[in-house]
């Protein structure tokens, strides 16, 4: 049987062929370093004071707080803060 380029139905023919993309720059597999980036995500808002706080909202809700934060240019967490620290200002 030939080797035809465009086939790639019979895999152990093209096994040791070196394909195109990116290549790998850790021996970590990508869970382990997601999981090492967002411990030291964490690390880093801890020295910065950040604590994390979790809400369930609706989507009408994050879609108006999504477009007010990008209208003053702004992230959303920072906005949410903004907001509830100029309401417990007023109490």
């Known amino acids: 049987m030939a080797k035809e380029h465009t086939d790639r139905t019979t895999l152990d023919l093209f096994a040791n062929e070196r394909r195109p993309g990116r290549p790998k720059t850790s021996?970590?597999?990508?869970?382990?370093?997601?999981r090492i980036n967002k411990?030291?995500?964490?690390?880093?808002?801890k020295?910065?004071?950040?604590?994390?706080v979790e809400l369930?909202?609706?989507?009408?809700?994050?879609?108006?707080?999504?477009?007010l934060a990008e209208q003053r240019n702004i992230s959303r967490s920072e906005l949410i803060e903004q907001m509830l620290l100029a309401q417990l200002k007023l109490d």
């Not at 411990?39 to 808002?45: A, G, Y």
């Not at 369930?56 to 477009?67: C, H, I, Y």
């Open 56 to 67: 369930k909202m609706s989507g009408e809700a994050v879609d108006a707080l999504n477009t």
């Open 27 to 34: 021996p970590l597999s990508r869970d382990e370093q997601l």
């Open 39 to 45: 411990r030291n995500q964490l690390k880093r808002d």
């Open 47 to 52: 020295v910065r004071g950040l604590r994390r």
